[in-house]
């Protein structure tokens, strides 16, 4: 897993964006990471179930942050019915009013078939990156690979592999599965837009 640092100014503009994998060390790549920041006169949010806890700050759930991001997006006139958070544990729907406040609370599959980090534990056995993965899987012909549990799906992806069907069309399979679980999510609202992030 990883920590993304987003740095805003004044005028809500993002300043710097930045990716620290932490391979389940949080603490130690925080400590790094917050020495190299400007933070006089700033005010910072922090997320994450356990990562919360590193800090002595004050705390609001994620659908509170969610609900804050959203009022400060730009394009004001869009009317986003849904918001999917592609998370690295769980994919979640959140249900929108006009208002773009928070109405429900939905989460896929459990299963960690359905999640970011079970996929790029995938990619990664097979010497992908994700920028490669995305390109592989937008021009690949996409093998068959079972979303209803890990295991299942890791068998199906390796013994593909290992009968000769390509890298590409597995990474194909493996990005159809995971908009499948994306699509599960979203099938049960009113035809709506809904934000990814």
């Known amino acids: 897993s990883s920590i ?36 006089d006169h700033s005010l910072v949010a ?3 179930r356990k990562f919360k806890n590193l800090l002595n700050l004050p705390t609001i759930t994620e659908p509170e942050a969610t609900e804050a991001a959203l009022r400060h997006m730009e394009g004001e006139g869009r009317s986003f019915r849904a918001l999917v958070s592609l998370g690295s544990e769980s994919f979640i729907l959140y249900v929108l009013d006009d208002q773009r ?5 939905r989460t ?5 078939s359905g999640t970011g980090e079970f996929f790029l534990q995938q990619i990664r056995r097979m010497g992908v990156d994700i920028e490669e993965a995305v390109q592989l899987a ?11 549990c890990s295991v299942f799906c890791k ?17 194909a399979g493996l990005s159809r599965m995971l908009a499948g679980k ?3 999510l979203l099938k049960k609202l009113p035809k709506s837009s809904a934000l990814l992030i």
């Open 4 to 39: 993304k640092v987003v740095e805003i100014d004044e005028n809500r503009a993002v300043t710097r964006r930045s990716l620290h994998v932490h391979d389940c060390n949080p603490k130690a790549v925080l400590q790094r990471i917050v020495p190299s920041l400007d933070l």
């Open 46 to 48: 922090v997320t994450g």
């Open 101 to 105: 406040g928070i109405t429900q609370v």
């Open 108 to 112: 896929g599959n459990k299963c960690a």
């Open 138 to 148: 937008v021009s690949s012909e996409p093998h068959h690979v079972s979303g209803r």
């Open 155 to 171: 068998s199906d992806c390796t013994h593909a592999l290992n009968k000769g069907i390509p890298k590409a069309q597995v990474v």
């Open 182 to 184: 994306v699509v599960e």
